[in-house]
């Protein structure tokens, strides 16, 4: 069911189970980016304004099955109260004895954090029974997870068969603006890509090319399109196997007329991945069998720009080097500064690309920055993702 039949329900009183995305980055037991929580807040806020009683669902890490204890929900809690300004409680369990006599202390109002669902592999498995459990504590369920939406598992999907099952606030609002750019874009439209893998992004790229008017790629997903073409890209992040990427470039000469898509023509080299590493530019024809690209060189900035600012919408998921490291950040700091001189609706597809809005202060200038990461790039694929189809077909027994 959707978010608008969940905004027409009486909730006050209820026992409201939500499933979050708040797979937070930590390092010492400190949360080192707040965006996931921040995103949560419309609708905790909603649902406690409306007197129901708040009860908070979500993985951290990935702890195999197991109890990890760095990977316990205590510090997402403390961030959750501070920002709410409100307690948060927390529970030792997310199902079990612990779990039922939290959940029976509340008030309306109240936020509850279960503890990592992952701590119990029945999650990532969908079981039956454990997905039982966590319904168990809830008068109804909500997803507002779109950064798990891909995912098959018994928090996403398997609850929906035990409750009445309703999209949250903020993966309707996902939904919306990615449906708004696959399906009516303002053109041009023009994809940003960059990251690793292209065998990981055929689907993706099969896709851009059929609705995107251009294209630009950097990053490791160029490099393994350049080797694809016979440049010698040296130590360079690439795929090994490079039929994939030969496959895409046959299909990116066949759509020259249609597609305007562009490769780098330079780059920035090194020999090591380091803040002190050697730097130079380089054409990407004069590419050192001992040297890697780490980033887009100047003159591919400027060409990319140029690309950029002709569009009316923009699509950006892939940093264009390692911009984590200052000296080969330019290009990714380049590209972002474009989509935002270009005045474009802009979608940056979460990941390492919304991590780079964020380094670089763009992301309050971009129009909407993704909570998902694989599940947008499943989402743009054309994929139907799991969670979003369980709550459309959900029938509770």
């Known amino acids: 069911m959707t978010a608008e039949d969940l905004a ?15 797979n937070v980055p930590l390092q010492d037991g400190r949360i080192t980016d707040l965006t996931r929580i921040q995103a949560t807040l419309p609708t905790l806020r909603m649902l406690r304004e409306r007197g129901a ?28 109260s501070d920002a709410l300004g409100v307690a948060v409680t927390t529970a030792s369990d997310c199902i079990g004895d612990a779990a039922r006599e939290a959940v029976a202390r509340m008030h309306d109002g109240d936020v509850l954090v279960l503890e990592n669902l992952r701590f119990h592999p029945g999650e990532e498995a969908n079981d039956p029974q454990f997905a039982r459990e966590l319904a168990s504590l809830g008068d109804l369920y909500v997803n507002d997870a779109f950064g798990t939406a891909h995912r098959a598992h018994a928090s996403t999907v398997g609850i929906t068969k035990f409750l009445p099952s309703y999209m949250g606030p903020l993966l309707a609002r996902e939904v919306e603006i990615l449906d708004s750019v696959l399906r009516h874009p303002q053109r041009p439209l023009c994809a940003v890509l960059g990251g690793a893998k292209v065998a990981d992004k055929i689907g993706v790229m099969e896709r851009l090319l059929d609705l995107c008017d251009a294209i630009v790629i950097g990053g490791g997903m160029a490099n393994t399109l350049l080797a694809a073409q016979g440049f010698d890209v040296g130590t360079s992040l690439r795929d090994a196997d490079l ?4 496959r895409i470039v046959q299909r990116i000469e066949h759509e020259a007329a249609k597609v305007d898509v562009h490769l780098p023509s330079d780059a920035i080299v090194t020999t090591r991945l380091a803040p002190d590493a050697p730097v130079r530019e380089a054409d990407v024809d004069h590419i050192a069998p001992d040297e890697m690209i780490a980033d887009i ?4 900035a400027m060409d990319f720009r140029g690309v950029i600012l002709e569009a009316k919408t923009v699509l950006w ?4 080097g390692v911009f984590e490291i200052d000296a080969f950040a330019a290009g990714t700091e380049a590209i972002g500064q474009a989509i935002v001189d270009s005045g474009a609706i802009s979608v940056v597809g979460g990941g390492d ?4 809005a964020r380094k670089f202060g763009f992301a309050d200038k971009m129009t909407h920055v993704s909570t998902g990461g694989g599940a947008t790039l499943e989402y743009i694929e054309g994929k139907e993702l799991p969670g979003i189809a369980a709550l459309r077909s959900a029938q509770p027994t």
């Open 53 to 80: 009683k708040v009860i908070l669902m979500s993985h951290l890490g990935r702890p195999k099955g197991r109890v990890v204890e760095s990977l316990r929900l205590a510090p997402v809690a403390r961030a959750l």
């Open 243 to 246: 039929e994939p990427a030969r």
């Open 317 to 320: 998921n892939g940093p264009m």
């Open 353 to 356: 690309s919304a991590a780079a």
């Open 8 to 22: 027409a329900l009486p909730l006050s009183g209820k026992r409201v189970l939500v499933r979050e995305d708040l």
């Open 297 to 300: 060189g100047p003159a591919t």
